[in-house]
């Protein structure tokens, strides 16, 4: 069976099964002990089915929303295997360091798997198993970092009992419910591998959990984190919560889901990220998250994560809907899968629900425009579609020279490229249609509960074409796989808006420099710089790029002041009425040089100007749609 189906409930596999004269297969039985949070160390014990002779054992490899074969193998220790009592040699793969080959002896029926699973103190590499996912006051369990199964068998097929010990007192959620709870440990139901996976658990000692919405498809949102305080969310961010769920069931049809959680784990040592599931998502962030108006600002995960339960899980490209986790994906469609999903939940949702003013959304989109436009020489020589089919080998790319390399670029510009489609589609048919009516084609579908319905290329065109007879193919064409030197800007024009640059502050790049750490100074000298004065990272062919600064060189002084990133500014400023160049003073190394600088452009930030010669179709598209709000 493969994962382009609907999924089987154990129930109904257990019936085909029987309907087929066979028994059906017995479960695997997992063991979690989560409590050593101190030393964050996770124990697994696995009792696995098996049949005498040679037997190939997999370790989670291409974990379905991290598009790339980053399952954390590495932090797999102490593996052992016995049958009856009996231990036995194992041997990893030559060629796949995540697979072990034993073999099984005669009589055994079962193999005891035993090991440890190390939470990392702090990130080492992209992915989620190479950042923490536990604290003394929380854990998040994604339960792929903690099993084995047979290395040929479909995960829709494998059905697996789990049992989950949490420290003591601790409060916990997920989507998968347990049968009992005795204590402090889970007895969740027999599932399949697949569904398993897919159900993520947090918990902690300082928990929360908010109902968002009730009745069928209900939605609630449960918070862990490292300090009390940072349980508070405020009644204006729970009512664009709240307002979130019919924005989003008004542009694409009831969720494919029983019910949806928001897992949010809140630390100051977690990476700021979110992994996408049918009924939950598995978001990590700062402590401050909802407390510091600048984090709550920048912060666009909450509706986006929630799209991909329409967009991602339940329909998904041909080459992410794999068979198993050790098969490849194709990442080659995640212009769609990511692309869409940023301009529908980071922009369109967003907005609509409250969550952002439409004054905070116009300036997020003119910053997006000016980075991709001035902050990408990279377009020059790849194209935006390899930045998504080339995602497994550039997953671990140091965030140094991203101008020139490009980073996960399917994302912000598929957001203009989205926006240009449904401008487009509202200009040709005289504001009739919209990509609404594509969501609403093409996201939805009846299954109330987890499911695939997977999708090519030619399936996006087709269903662009329902709503538009337009051209869709060369459309993307142009846009998605030839090389192009500058941002996609026509949909922000043509909803009625103009990217210009000035020295008055763009919100969302302040917030995103509170965030990041580092003073972006991209768009004028093209340069990104921490508070200590090292530069994170230059633009190629930037006016600091030609006097020869690179990243990690630390900036001492600049027009002779010492380095602050208001002094820079206020340099910028006076160098518009000079001819002069801007002298910096730079340290690599051991060498301290005098630099020159030929800039007078001044500081500019990025905003979006009203064209008034065209109707605001940009403000519509962000209108709420949903009836009461």
Request: proline share 8%.
């Amino acid at each position: 069976m493969s994962l382009t189906h609907l999924k089987l409930s154990l129930a109904s596999l257990a019936l085909l099964a029987a309907a087929a004269g066979v028994a059906a297969p017995p479960p695997i039985t997992l063991e979690v002990d989560a409590r050593d949070v101190t030393r964050a160390i996770q124990h697994a014990h696995l009792v696995i089915p098996v049949h005498p002779g040679p037997l190939t054992l997999a370790y989670p490899k291409w974990i379905p929303g991290e598009h790339a074969p980053d399952g954390p193998i590495t932090q797999l220790v102490s593996l052992a295997i016995s049958a009856g009592g009996t231990s036995l040699p194992w041997r990893r793969d030559p060629l796949d360091a995540f697979l072990f080959r034993v073999e099984v002896p005669r009589g055994a029926a079962t193999l005891d798997v035993r090991f440890d699973y190390l939470s990392p103190p702090k990130a080492f590499a992209d992915g989620y198993g190479r950042t923490p996912n536990m604290t003394p006051h929380l854990l998040i369990l994604p339960l792929n970092h903690l099993v084995l199964y047979p290395y040929d068998a479909a995960a829709d097929t494998v059905p697996i009992r789990a049992e989950v010990h949490l420290p003591a007192g601790w409060k916990f959620d997920g989507a998968l419910h347990p049968e009992r709870v005795e204590g402090d440990t889970l007895f969740l139901p027999v599932v399949s591998l697949s569904t398993l996976v897919d159900s993520p658990i947090l918990a902690g000692e300082y928990f929360r959990t908010v109902p968002l919405s009730e009745g069928a498809g209900s939605t609630r949102i449960s918070i862990a984190a490292d300090a009390p305080g940072d349980l508070a969310v405020s009644e204006a961010t729970l009512a664009g919560l709240r307002r979130l769920v019919p924005e989003a069931v008004a542009l694409f049809g009831p969720g494919h889901y029983r019910e949806y959680v928001w897992l949010v784990a809140l630390g100051n040592d977690l990476n700021q990220n979110g992994l996408e599931h049918h009924e939950s998502t598995d978001i990590r962030d700062n402590e401050a998250l909802f407390t510091d108006p600048a984090r709550l600002l920048e912060h666009r995960t909450v509706p986006h994560e929630y799209v991909h339960s329409w967009n991602g899980k339940y329909r998904r490209p041909m080459g992410l809907a794999t068979r198993n986790y050790q098969q490849p994906m194709v990442d080659d469609l995640l212009w769609v899968y990511e692309g869409m999903t940023r301009y529908l939940g980071d922009l369109v949702l967003r907005t609509r629900s409250l969550l952002a003013t439409p004054e905070q959304a116009r300036a997020y989109v003119a910053l997006v425009a000016s980075r991709l436009d001035v902050d990408r020489p990279g377009r020059a020589w790849r194209s935006l579609g390899d930045t998504a089919s080339a995602q497994p080998g550039y997953a671990d790319a140091p965030g140094e020279w991203t101008p020139i390399r490009r980073a996960r670029d399917y994302y912000d510009e598929m957001l203009l490229v989205w926006l240009d489609a449904d401008t487009l589609i509202r200009e040709t048919s005289s504001g009739k249609r919209s990509l609404d009516d594509f969501c609403g084609g093409f996201f939805g579908g009846p299954e109330r509960s987890p499911a695939v319905r997977p999708y090519s290329r030619t399936d996006v065109v087709a269903a662009l074409r329902a709503v538009a007879p337009l051209d869709w193919e060369a459309f993307l064409t142009d846009r998605v796989d030839r090389i192009t030197p500058r941002a996609p800007l026509a949909g922000i024009e043509r909803g009625g808006w103009r990217l210009v640059y000035d020295d008055a502050p763009n919100v969302f790049l302040s917030a995103r420099e509170k965030v990041d750490g580092a003073d972006n100074l991209s768009l004028s000298l093209g340069l990104w710089v921490k508070p200590d004065g090292v530069v994170s990272d230059v633009v190629h062919d930037s006016p600091v790029f030609a006097a020869g600064v690179a990243p990690d060189m630390r900036v001492i002084a600049i027009g002779g002041r010492k380095w602050s990133a208001e002094a820079a500014r206020e340099v910028l400023v006076r160098a518009e009425k000079s001819s002069g160049p801007i002298e910096l003073v730079v340290q690599s190394a051991d060498l301290v040089r005098v630099l020159h600088v030929d800039y007078h452009d001044g500081l500019r930030n990025p905003h979006l100007v009203r064209e008034p010669s065209k109707a605001d179709v940009l403000s519509r598209i962000l209108a709420p749609r949903a009836a009461g709000h």
